[in-house]
T-cell receptor, first 117, second 113 residues
Framework: GAVVSQHPSRVICKSGTSVKIECRSL??????MFWYRQFPKQSLMLMATSNEGSKATYEQGVEKDKFLINHASLTLSTLTVTSAHPEDSSFYIC?????????????FGNGTRLTVT | SQKIEQNSEALNIQEGKTATLTCNYTNYSPAYLQWYRQDPGRGPVFLLLIRENEKEKRKERLKVTFDTTLKQSLFHITASQPADSATYLC????????????FGQGTTLQVKP
């Protein structure tokens, strides 16, 4: 089955530093990946759509300069939280679907728990 | 605006019973609806997809219905087991043709032995 690997699974950083999260599709190519954020006992909130070879599309209210997304290859997308603050502490989850399958299910990584102190 | 609602209260049932979870949506005309399972601290895992022209879909002990008139989907787990305890999320495609999924807030199911 399609596997999405997300790294790191947990990260603790100090306020003001930047953190990079990687999302890889291990056995399929993904022209599009999605980044979600989830607060405790809440649903997944879509942050942005990551497109291979082009700029990401951000959802309303998500600061593109704070959450930098790079999708340099068909198997890798990265999310960088710049100048992180305690309010950025959350569970970040990436997802992907095989290229050419617009409506097929998403495959999710296991998330990154970010804690900003 | 588009809205997806799931019962935010936890559902507690006895092992062996059927669990029924509800997903309602407004201001949508989705062609597909999907259900996912999420365990604590993990990413969601896909369970079932149902199309607008399908009334019902089954997979082992799982059954999903899709009523486009009522704008509702029901998710059933028959002969429930403690291992079925998790949060279940319904998801719909956003209105634009980006393939992005919008999730409901999920319903937590607790199956007691």
């Amino acid at each position: 089955g399609a596997v999405v690997s997300q790294h790191p699974s947990r990260v603790i950083c100090k306020s003001g530093t930047s953190v990079k999260i990687e999302c890889r599709s291990l056995d399929f190519q993904a022209t599009t990946m999605f980044w979600y954020r989830q607060f405790p006992k809440q649903s997944l909130m879509l942050m942005a759509t990551s497109n291979e070879g082009s700029k990401a599309t951000y959802e309303q209210g998500v600061e593109k300069d704070k959450f930098l997304i790079n999708h340099a290859s068909l198997t890798l997308s990265t999310l960088t939280v710049t100048s992180a603050h305690p309010e950025d502490s959350s569970f970040y989850i990436c997802s992907a679907r095989p290229a050419g399958s617009y409506n097929s299910p998403l495959h999710f990584g296991n998330g990154t728990r970010l804690t900003v102190t | 605006s588009q809205k997806i609602e799931q019962n935010s209260e936890a559902l507690n049932i006895q092992e062996g019973k059927t669990a029924t979870l509800t997903c309602n949506y407004t201001n949508y005309s989705p062609a597909y609806l999907q259900w996912y399972r999420q365990d604590p601290g993990r990413g969601p895992v896909f369970l079932l997809l149902i199309r607008e022209n399908e009334k019902e879909k089954r997979k082992e002990r799982l059954k999903v219905t899709f009523d486009t008139t009522l704008k509702q989907s029901l998710f059933h787990i028959t002969a429930s087991q403690p291992a079925d305890s998790a949060t279940y999320l319904c998801a719909l495609h956003g209105s634009s043709n980006t393939g992005k999924l919008i999730f409901g807030q999920g319903t937590t199911l607790q199956v007691k032995p």
